[in-house]
């Protein structure tokens, strides 16, 4: 069944930010969907609607993300494909307008599967990708913020998923094909303000993707530490198989077990082997869209 979920983070979106956030998951969804209509694979597909995500700069990932204690960008990102188990994933790049796209090639070209930092970027270049400059990630929305955050340093990290007005951005789809192979991918500029190198859960392999033919795939957004613990992505799926690839009960464990077990906030999206989705999240909002062939039209809401 031709199936495609996508997020654009969970945390306490402002009225200010809903239109704008309604708008670039309904661009992405479109794009994945009329690919998957017209026979694309999930691979090709996830890394479109992600990419587009990356390019909107209304989200944490790509252009517009957040920016490190130093003023910089470092994007993360990670892709696995359901049918091979093959996954790659990319993180604290500086130079790379879609790090999906990158992460893909390390999944297809590559025997790693996680390359960071300048080795990441060399790999680009090998593999014939072009690097842009630092300044055309950066937006003046982010810019001004960071600005204001050194003058004031009032910010939690924690507290920025659950109630105050900190974006935490974080992008993400799975895809189902007509061949019912799955893909996953997520994409991300990290928390606000983190310390220069940090890596959080959305490039990490079973933390923030993971994708299996036979049982689903999950992508997650929010407090990436607090992911990494209980490593989020794998556990939800395993709550699949668990559970008779009933979604809705994945999910929902899923995000009772991050806030019982360490206290932490966001949310994922999940497909199971049928091509069936759901969501789950202990945020104020979730901006996410799907459709499935079931459907009429699609779901779109934060």
């Given amino acids: 069944m031709l199936s495609l979920i996508i997020h654009g983070g969970a945390w306490d979106i402002p009225e200010q930010e809903i239109e704008a956030h309604t708008n670039g998951i309904t661009t992405a969804l479109t794009i994945g969907w009329r690919m998957l209509k017209s026979g694309a694979n999930a691979v090709d597909t ?19 993300s957040h920016l490190n204690a130093d003023g910089r960008i470092e994007l993360d990102a990670s892709m696995m494909n359901g049918k091979t188990l093959r996954c790659g994933a990319v993180a604290a790049v500086h130079h790379v307008k879609n790090p999906i796209s990158l992460a893909r090639k390390i999944m297809e070209q590559s025997e790693h599967i996680l390359l960071v930092g300048a080795g990441a970027e060399n790999f680009a270049l090998e593999q ?38 900190q974006p935490s951005d974080t992008v993400g789809a799975v895809a189902m094909d007509t ?15 983190k310390h220069p190198g940090r890596v959080g859960d959305s ?6 993707t993971y994708a299996d033919n036979e049982i689903g795939g999950v992508s997650t957004t929010g407090w990436g530490e607090a992911m990494m613990k209980i490593v989020m992505a794998k556990t939800v799926i395993d709550f699949l198989e668990q559970n008779g690839g009933d979604i809705h009960k994945a999910a929902t464990k899923g995000v ?3 806030k019982r077990k360490v206290d932490g906030y966001g949310g994922v999206i999940v497909m199971n082997n049928k091509g069936e989705v759901g969501v789950a999240y202990n945020t104020p909002r979730m901006a996410r869209a799907y459709i499935t062939e079931q459907m009429i039209e699609p779901i779109i809401t934060v």
């Avoid at 996830?46 to 517009?64: C, M, N, P, Q, Y």
């Avoid at 003046?140 to 960071?146: A, D, I, S, T, V």
């Fill in 46 to 64: 996830v890394e479109k609607v992600v990419s587009s995500l990356e390019d909107d700069g209304t989200f944490d990932a790509g252009k517009g």
């Fill in 128 to 165: 014939g990708m072009s690097l842009c400059s630092h300044k055309e990630l950066i937006s003046q929305r982010e810019l001004n913020k960071w600005k204001a955050f050194q003058a004031s340093h009032d910010f939690s990290t924690k507290d920025a998923f659950k109630k105050s007005n």
């Fill in 179 to 193: 061949n019912g192979d799955i893909c996953v991918g997520t994409s991300t500029g990290g928390t606000f303000n």
């Fill in 203 to 208: 490039p990490l392999i079973g933390c923030g």
């Fill in 256 to 258: 009772d077990l991050l």
